[in-house]
C-alpha cells in the first residue's frame, strides 16, 4: 500500500502568513488523485482539494494543492483564525486508499 | 445542506460484533460510494471499506475478514459489522460519501461527524 507522510507535524503561524504543507508518498501516486481534508474538533472532516489542485464546492481560493509524482502540498495563501484545524491528505490512485498522519495548523 | 450521521452502540464486549448505522439528512448524497473510515486513538485515519450504491462492495485487506457493508438505497442508509472485536477496534468510526475518478478508487466528499465506539468488557 502506498504510505503517506505529512510534515511538519504541527505547523504554527500567525494570521496572514502563508502555510505550506506536504505530503509524500511511498511511490508515485497513480493519476495524481491525491485529496486533502481539514478537520477541526467537534466537526465532520471537511474536503477541500481533490484531483491535487481542484478545490471542492464552496472551498475558499486561499487553499491551493499541487505537486505530482510523490510530492504534493497543500498551500493556505493568507492564514484566517478559521483555519486551525488538522489537515489530512489521502492518495485514492491505488487500493488501499491511504491517508497521511495528519499536519496540525495553529494559529499564534 | 446534506449531513451524514452515524448511529449506533458507543460500547462493544471484546469478541462481540460492532455494528453501526449511517444515515443522511437534508437530502441526498452526492457520491455514489458508501464509505467507512476510522481512527484509533493516537493513530491515522484508517479506510475501511465502501459499498457502491449498486451493491458491489471493497474492503481494506487488513479489515476484510471481519467486515461487512450494506446499503438500504430507499431508507439512505448504509451499516458496517465488525465481526470479532477487540481492544484495537477501538475507534472514532466516520461515514462518508465517496466519489470516484479514478476507476473504483474514492476520495470521500462528505463525512460524518464520527462516533468513538470502545471495545471493552
Known amino acids: 500500500e502506498v504510505v503517506l507522510t505529512q510534515s511538519p507535524g504541527t505547523l504554527s503561524l500567525s494570521a496572514g502568513e502563508r502555510a505550506t504543507l506536504s505530503c509524500r508518498a511511498s511511490?508515485?501516486?497513480?493519476?495524481?488523485?491525491l485529496a486533502w481534508y481539514q478537520r477541526k474538533p467537534g466537526q465532520a472532516p471537511r474536503l477541500l482539494i481533490y484531483?491535487?489542485?481542484s478545490r471542492a464546492t464552496g472551498i475558499p481560493d486561499r487553499f491551493s494543492g499541487s505537486g505530482s509524482g510523490t510530492d504534493f502540498s497543500l498551500t493556505i495563501s493568507r492564514l484566517e483564525p478559521e483555519d486551525s484545524a488538522v489537515y489530512y491528505c489521502?492518495?485514492?490512485?491505488?487500493?488501499?486508499?491511504?491517508f497521511g498522519q495528519g499536519t496540525k495548523v495553529e494559529i499564534k | 445542506q446534506v449531513q451524514l450521521q452515524e448511529s449506533g452502540p458507543r460500547l462493544v464486549k471484546p469478541s462481540e460484533t460492532l455494528s453501526l448505522t449511517c444515515g443522511v439528512s437534508?437530502?441526498?448524497?452526492?457520491?455514489?460510494?458508501w464509505s467507512w473510515i476510522r481512527q484509533s486513538p493516537g493513530k491515522g485515519l484508517v479506510w475501511i471499506g465502501y459499498i457502491y450504491y449498486s451493491g458491489n462492495t471493497k474492503y481494506n485487506p487488513s479489515l476484510k475478514s471481519r467486515v461487512s457493508i450494506s446499503v438500504d438505497n430507499d431508507k439512505m442508509q448504509s451499516s458496517l459489522r465488525l465481526t470479532s472485536v477487540t481492544a484495537a477496534d477501538t475507534a472514532v468510526y466516520y461515514c462518508?460519501?465517496?466519489?470516484?475518478?479514478?476507476?473504483?478508487?474514492?476520495?470521500?466528499?462528505?463525512w460524518g461527524q464520527g462516533t468513538l465506539v470502545t471495545v471493552s468488557s
Open positions: 511511490q508515485t501516486v497513480r493519476g495524481r488523485f
Open positions: 489521502q492518495q485514492y490512485g491505488s487500493s488501499p486508499e491511504t
Open positions: 484531483g491535487t489542485s
Open positions: 437534508g437530502s441526498s448524497i452526492t457520491g455514489n460510494y
Open positions: 462518508a460519501s465517496g466519489t470516484s475518478t479514478s476507476g473504483s478508487y474514492v476520495y470521500f466528499d462528505l
